[in-house]
Each structure stands twice: as C-alpha cells, then as structure tokens.
C-alpha cells in the first residue's frame, strides 16, 4: 500500500469533534436518558456548523509511523478538509459526500475515489459521506432501529445488540454484520464492534474523553481497531478546537501521478 493511501484514512479518521459554537472549554455534564426516549434521542443531529481540529494521530500497521500532527476542517455534511504533518506538510486531502481526493509530497502521487477506497481500507461495505462523519463525531455510524436491535439498560449505560444479521448492500455487494454498541446513560458513545458473520473482518471503534463544547457533546480519543482480511489501530487525540471559518485551498501540483485504486 502506498503511504498516500495511509495518509489519506489517517486525515479523515482524525476529524472526532464538530460543534457550531465558541468555546471556553469542555464541561462535564450528564444528563441521563430514559429508556422510551432513546431510539427518538440517537436520531438527534449534531448541533454544530464548522470547527478547525488539531490532532495528534499514532498508528500500529505492523511498520514504524511516527506520530503525525494533523489540521482539520469541517464542515457539516459538507467536506472534511485536513493537513497532515511530520515535521513538515506531507499530505493534504478532502472528503465530500461524492467521493475523496487528497495528494501526498514524498511520492509526488494523488488519489480520486469514491467511498470505495475507505471500504476497504476499513474491511467494511457500509461507509459514505455520513457514515464517515457519524463515526468521526461519536454518532451511530450504521442504521439502528428498534426492529433490529435489543436494547438492554443498567445504571450506567445502554447497550444495543443487533437481533439478526444486518445486511448492508453497497455497489451490488450484500454483507451480513452482528453489531454491538454501548453508549453511557446520557448516549455519549463508548463502544462499537461490528463483525461480518460470513468472514473473519471486524471493526471496532472505542470512544473517551466525551466533554461538552457549544450545545455539542463529543469525544476528545477515538481508537479505530481493524481486524481481518487486514489489521491495523489507530488512535486520535485533540488537543485543540477552534469554531471560527476558514479557508480550505485543495489542488494537486502539476507534476504529481494520480494513482489508480484497485
């Protein structure tokens, strides 16, 4: 796999915190829900327009990466926009809801892909624009509803299991997950593992750190862990928000090779 393609899943799973709202800092707050609300309340959507992240992201693909400083930019069902450093800009992508594009220096190469190239990066069939943003914001990331899942409750958390195999169907291919979700008793997200019951993929994403910023509740560590066909974990810490607008410039210099994704 070429390092653009490392990059470019690094700068989009970075982008963990949204919200619309100048900020002090995180407040702790909790405020439980009750069991009959809960499938109206998981449906609520984010309160937040745009926010400029900086991340600090380390990974375990079995080579050495050494830690990267990310820059990222979000705006809501919009784009994801991020810069990606190690001691110097090495990367730059963007993510829209048609697709993703995004370059890197040390090769001179560039990528155009659909959601495809995530899919598989992730060993999944089930990402598009705002699944990939679910996931970044702490959000379910893969339809729930009360038909398909049991729902059990204790004093500190909610857990979701699915009933049956969910089949997600995507490009003409059909594939069968057992899911599993905890949430903590006001939905701040914990943990998430989705398996594919006819093979041996599964992704797990672990939620912490949840504070509150705005009207907006969010992780502050996000830790991704792929298994299967291909293994890797990658863990994202934020260290700083800013919920002004910004400029995003995106263009692949002249003499870069696009590379082709198979």
């Known amino acids: 796999m070429k390092k653009i393609f490392l990059f470019f899943l690094l700068a989009l799973v970075t982008a963990s915190c949204k919200t619309k709202t100048a900020a002090t800092g995180p407040k702790d707050i909790s405020a439980p829900v009750h069991h009959t609300d809960f499938f109206d309340k998981i449906e609520s959507a984010p309160q937040f327009q745009q926010v400029k992240i900086n991340s600090t992201v ?46 890197e220096k040390w090769n001179k190469t560039y990528i155009e892909s659909d959601f495809t190239y995530l899919n598989q990066l992730l060993n999944v069939n089930f990402i598009n624009y705002q699944a990939l943003q679910n996931l970044l914001t702490g959000r379910p990331f893969i339809p729930i509803s009360e038909n398909d899942f049991t729902l059990t409750t204790n004093t500190e958390s909610f857990v979701l299991d699915s009933k049956k195999d969910q089949l997600v169907t995507m490009n003409g291919k059909t594939v069968k997950y057992s899911i599993r979700m905890e949430m903590a008793a006001n939905l701040d997200l914990k943990h998430v593992d989705i398996r594919d019951t006819a093979g041996q993929n599964e992704l797990q994403v672990d939620y912490s750190g949840w504070a509150s910023y705005g009207e907006t509740r969010f992780p502050k560590s996000v830790k991704i862990i792929i298994k299967g066909e291909k293994n890797g974990q990658i863990l994202l810490e934020n260290t700083k928000f800013d919920f002004n607008s910004m400029e995003t410039p995106y263009s692949v210099p002249s003499n870069y090779t696009k590379t082709e994704i198979k």
């Open 58 to 103: 380390t990974a375990e693909t079995g080579k050495f990466i050494p830690p990267m400083e990310t820059t990222i930019y979000i705006e809501k069902d919009r784009k994801i926009w991020m810069n990606i450093a190690v001691l110097f800009n090495v990367a730059r992508g963007i993510a829209t809801p048609e697709g993703i594009r995004g370059y």
